[in-house]
T-cell receptor, first 112, second 112 residues
Framework: NAGVTQTPKFRILKIGQSMTLQCAQDMNHNYMYWYRQDPGMGLKLIYYSVGAGITDKGEVPNGYNVSRSTTEDFPLRLELAAPSQTSVYFC???????????FGSGTRLTVV | QQPVQSPQAVILREGEDAVINCSSSKALYSVHWYRQKHGEAPIFLMILLKGGEQKGHDKISASFNEKKQQSSLYLTASQLSYSGTYFCGTPETQGGSEKLVFGKGTKLTVNP
């Protein structure tokens, strides 16, 4: 049971570079989410998706983009990385909005 | 709006009990609880629905008072494995879709 798989686990970016954080789930969940976690601040929602082809902004979407072409994959794109995007990024999925979320193991990103 | 958790941190000896509170300024119909160990992903503990109280695994249970817009997580006879940061999550509806907003977390440390 893979659950939610995130790659890479760690990454260091230079200011202005771009990258894609990958997220894949094998549970056939319709709902997928991207959160960022900063120390002492809890989890902040960046983007979410309720199904293939449908995405919407969360609380902190600036500087990020997403796509959802399949049920399984929900990549997060960072364009023009900034130091403020240094964080731990978690992808999650759920069967329904009233179901528990399953989180991936996270990507620790540092922008220097 | 982010739910408010209290206390921010708790230190216990093994076998002691703890209560973690989560309150919202908005009307609630459900509350999620998660536990996150250092360097790991959050793990779903339980969801409480309006009018219900649900027991989770081990000796962890929770209550939900929708009138007071509050939920409490009870950890009984704590074990070393209970150490971690506990988050509550409350649903918000946006454009017909729902997503969770998480509190800042309560750090629980259980010592031998």
């Amino acid at each position: 049971n893979a659950g939610v798989t995130q790659t890479p686990k760690f990454r260091i970016l230079k200011i202005g570079q771009s990258m894609t954080l990958q997220c894949a789930q094998d549970m056939n969940h319709n709902y997928m989410y991207w959160y960022r976690q900063d120390p002492g601040m809890g989890l902040k929602l960046i983007y979410y998706s309720v199904g293939a082809g449908i995405t919407d902004k969360g609380e902190v979407p600036n500087g990020y983009n997403v796509s959802r072409s399949t049920t399984e994959d929900f990549p997060l794109r960072l364009e023009l990385a900034a130091p403020s995007q240094t964080s731990v990024y978690f992808c999650a999925s759920s069967r329904a909005h009233e179901s528990g979320y399953t989180f991936g193991s996270g990507t620790r990103l540092t922008v220097v | 709006q982010q739910p408010v958790q209290s206390p921010q941190a708790v230190i216990l000896r093994e076998g002691e009990d703890a209560v973690i509170n989560c309150s919202s300024s908005k009307a609630l119909y459900s509350v999620h609880w998660y536990r996150q160990k250092h360097g790991e992903a959050p793990i779903f503990l339980m969801i409480l629905l309006k009018g219900g109280e649900q027991k989770g695994h081990d000796k962890i249970s929770a209550s939900f008072n929708e009138k007071k817009q509050q939920s409490s997580l009870y950890l009984t006879a704590s074990q070393l494995s209970y150490s971690g940061t506990y988050f509550c999550g409350t649903p918000e509806t946006q454009g017909g879709s729902e997503k969770l907003v998480f509190g800042k977390g309560t750090k629980l440390t259980v010592n031998p």
